[in-house]
């Protein structure tokens, strides 16, 4: 009778150390999810460059791009980038044209498949086989539509800026524009597309691993901004007199 009274009391004690466990144990998950919670909001408050709240591989859309962009793989990376520098070395220093270096590759290969299959005929050999080249029409007509949302996209903000609805936008393209006239009457169109490409692979990657320290820096100088455009707005915008339309649709 007495062990059987014992074996209640043990069981009861281990009963309530397993309701024990689970409560504290739902304490320390509901902590841990307000932690959680807390952090995030904390993040989300960090200033980020340009607004971003998104990583950097999704701000660079994502999947293969991206990682050549941010070098996910280094021999892909340095591939890109040493091809793009041959052919600036090509076209810009050394002077060849376009169509003279295809017609002068075009000859190259065609001779040496030439031989290489007369070669292998003389020796009683099978020929070698050259691969088929086949654009895919579903990849053409992805590029296609990805060309035309963009396309239509830009025509959508220039119609907005050409509106007169946004007086900031309307400064910052004409900055834009004025800066981008600059830099073309100093180079041309091909060491402007090099030194971008070059930027594409080097300013991202090092943004990504100096992130927070630039973003510090930026919202620093976002700020100084903003106070010498509200001193500009005061003293010279503010006085400039807004179109009857404007008024009307505002009513």
Not at 28 to 51: M, P, T, Y
Not at 165 to 191: E, H, P, Q, T, Y
Request: aromatic share 10%.
């Amino acid at each position: 009778m007495a062990e059987h009274e014992g074996q209640r009391e043990s069981a009861a004690e281990s009963l309530v150390d397993k309701i024990t466990e689970k409560i504290s144990g739902h304490d320390s998950s509901s902590s841990s999810d307000s932690d959680n919670e807390k952090f995030d909001a904390v993040k989300s408050k960090i200033f980020r460059l340009f607004g971003r709240e998104k990583p950097v591989h999704k701000v660079l859309g994502g999947g293969k791009p991206a990682d050549v962009f941010l070098w996910r793989n280094t021999k892909i990376s340095a591939g890109v980038l040493g091809g793009a520098t041959t052919v600036w070395v090509l076209f810009e220093l050394l002077g060849y044209h376009l169509i003279t270096l295809v017609c002068y590759l075009s000859i190259f290969s065609l001779a040496v498949l030439f031989l290489w299959s007369n070669t292998y005929n003389f020796l009683n050999k099978p020929p070698p086989k050259i691969p088929e080249v086949v654009l895919p029409e579903q990849c053409v007509r992805e590029v296609a539509s990805v060309l035309r949302i963009e396309i239509n996209r830009g025509f959508a903000v220039l119609r907005d800026i050409a509106s007169g609805r946004d007086l900031k936008k309307v400064l910052a393209v004409i900055a834009g524009l004025w800066v981008l006239s600059l830099i073309g009457s100093c180079i041309n169109i091909l060491s402007l597309l090099y030194i971008s490409f070059v930027l594409l692979h080097t300013v991202p990657v090092l943004y990504e691993k100096h992130e927070d320290q630039v973003d510090a820096y930026s919202e620093k100088a976002w700020i100084e901004i903003k106070k010498q455009y509200a001193v500009f707005d005061e003293k010279y915008l503010s006085k400039i007199p807004k179109g009857a339309l404007k008024g009307e649709k505002k009513d």
